[in-house]
């Protein structure tokens, strides 16, 4: 009976190295990529561990918003604003806007209706880069927005933006 336990943890061992022996080969064809020399696999295996890998991290909300985006929802938030071609008008035909900020999309006429009226009382206009619809959003609307008249700017530094231009 000694015989047969020893017979049995011998199988097992030789089943145990043929089964270490089965994936030692593999791991080298994958590390030497196909050399098949276990010596060249061990060289590379600690250069590739040096290398540092690139990683890129995601923009947070504020790093992909540019200034102007950042001004002109802050401005919505803190000051007093009117959304609209017809108000821009009128306020501008008033003298009571200080800044127009129209979209990119805006049709010809109206923006030159916009920026004709602000012409005549010395109100500076802003194009905003993105469509009607990307400027409602920043405003905070669920519509489009063509043309943004700004009262006071509140604590925002979107007059900045006049005084580039």
Known sequence: M???EKDT???IENARQAEDAAEEPSEEAD??????EGEEAAEEKPKEKKKKKVVRRRKTKKERENALTAAVRLAVESGKVDFGSRSGLAASADGKAKLFVVANNTPPETRA???GSAKKSDVPVIEFEGSSVELGSVCGKPFPVSVLSVFE?????????????
């Open 2 to 4: 000694a015989e047969e």
């Open 9 to 11: 943890t011998e199988d």
């Open 31 to 36: 590390e030497g990529e196909g050399s098949g």
């Open 113 to 115: 209706k916009v920026e």
């Open 153 to 165: 700017e509140g604590t925002s530094n979107i007059m900045d933006f006049a005084k580039k231009k």
